[in-house]
């Protein structure tokens, strides 16, 4: 991808899911910081939607099968009634769903003395993943640059982010490329999805302290 990205050519892609992780950033991105865009693209999302009913449906003429036997040459193959015959329902190759009971999750110490964390999904491929996670009262965490979009879910306490205070049931989404260094007066906890490769550089430290 280069840099001279537009727009209004990636945002009917991005409403097809046809972008790469790195393009559907770099639109979401776009939508925060100008949320005029946001507008542009729900109207693409609208329009894309609404395509597959614009198409009337063509029926399957009943004697297609017999049709395709009599061109091939083929002796018609006549339905089985014999249930050990019959060929069983394919399993799907991925569960539909997966859970996770709270009494199961695995609660680990972080690096950052006074944090906790319980993984619930790592998505390599889009660089991805979701936590729970509690930090005891007073915990300044390490300034750092997001690489993708985080979004955080306040669950219980306060946490403290450009002086601004989040409480339970506050929604939170940073943008790529943002930088700060949250902390918490009471202690919190919340679930988090963020990129893994956010930038934890010791020089964003003396460089925005």
Partial sequence: ?????????LAPLYALDL??????LWVEAQVVDCPDLAEELAGYQAAMGAMPYTAPPVPMAADLKDRLFDKLGLDPVAPSTDLHLQTP????????????RSGDL??????IEGVE??????DEVNRMRSMLVKVSAGVVYPRHEHRG???????????????????AGDYIRSHPNSI?????????????RSCIDDNYDENLVAQFS
């Fill in 1 to 9: 991808m280069n840099d001279h990205r537009c727009f209004c050519d």
């Fill in 19 to 24: 972008l790469d992780p790195e393009e559907r």
């Fill in 89 to 100: 329902p394919t399993e799907p190759s991925e569960p539909e769903k997966f859970a996770i």
């Fill in 106 to 111: 695995q609660w680990k110490p972080h690096r």
């Fill in 117 to 122: 964390c319980a993984l619930l999904f790592l």
């Fill in 149 to 167: 979009v985080e979004e955080i879910y306040m669950l219980e306490g306060d946490l403290i982010i450009d002086d601004r205070t989040y409480f």
């Fill in 180 to 192: 700060h260094a949250p902390w918490t007066k009471t202690g919190c906890k919340f679930l988090i």
